[in-house]
């Protein structure tokens, strides 16, 4: 495992420490692999990962992604089909931004239902 990959696991476990606790919120799905097996959800729903690739990634309202993206603080996440998914972010390494503050963020976004 690369340094930079131990470092968002390491971060990743924090921000899944802070949030797993909350009404709600499961953490990954047993017997499951591949996307969102160890994800952070709220009613089944993800709002907070890490990618195959190794990114920090979180659903968030598609403006709230613009404007972190137009920040700096990340970009729209690709799945690995090329097709940008325009509500998660997948958060720059270096973003100053706070991991377990933007899956808070994307937990009461994902969490509020329909």
Same mark, same amino acid.
């Given at each position: 495992?690369?340094?930079?990959?131990?470092?968002?696991?390491? +971060?990743?476990?924090?921000?899944?420490?802070?949030l797993a606790?909350? &009404?709600?919120?499961?953490?990954?799905?047993?017997?499951?692999?591949?996307?969102?097996?160890?994800?952070?959800?709220?009613?089944?729903?993800?709002?907070?990962?890490?990618?195959?690739?190794?990114?920090?990634?979180?659903?968030?309202p598609?403006? +709230?992604?613009?404007?972190?993206?137009a920040?700096?603080?990340?970009?729209?996440?690709?799945?690995?089909?090329?097709?940008?998914?325009?509500?998660?972010?997948?958060?720059?390494?270096?973003?100053?931004?706070?991991? &377990?503050?933007?899956?808070?963020?994307?937990?009461?976004?994902?969490? +509020?239902? &329909?």
């Amino acid at each position: 495992m690369s340094e930079a990959s131990t470092e968002t696991q390491r +971060r990743f476990a924090d921000v899944v420490e802070t949030l797993a606790s909350e &009404p709600k919120v499961s953490v990954g799905q047993s017997g499951k692999k591949g996307f969102g097996s160890s994800a952070l959800q709220v009613n089944g729903k993800i709002f907070a990962m890490v990618s195959s690739a190794g990114a920090f990634v979180v659903k968030l309202p598609r403006q +709230r992604v613009e404007q972190l993206e137009a920040a700096g603080a990340g970009q729209k996440f690709d799945p690995g089909h090329g097709r940008l998914m325009k509500e998660w972010l997948a958060v720059h390494p270096k973003s100053k931004q706070s991991w &377990p503050a933007l899956a808070r963020e994307a937990l009461s976004y994902v969490g +509020r239902g &329909p």
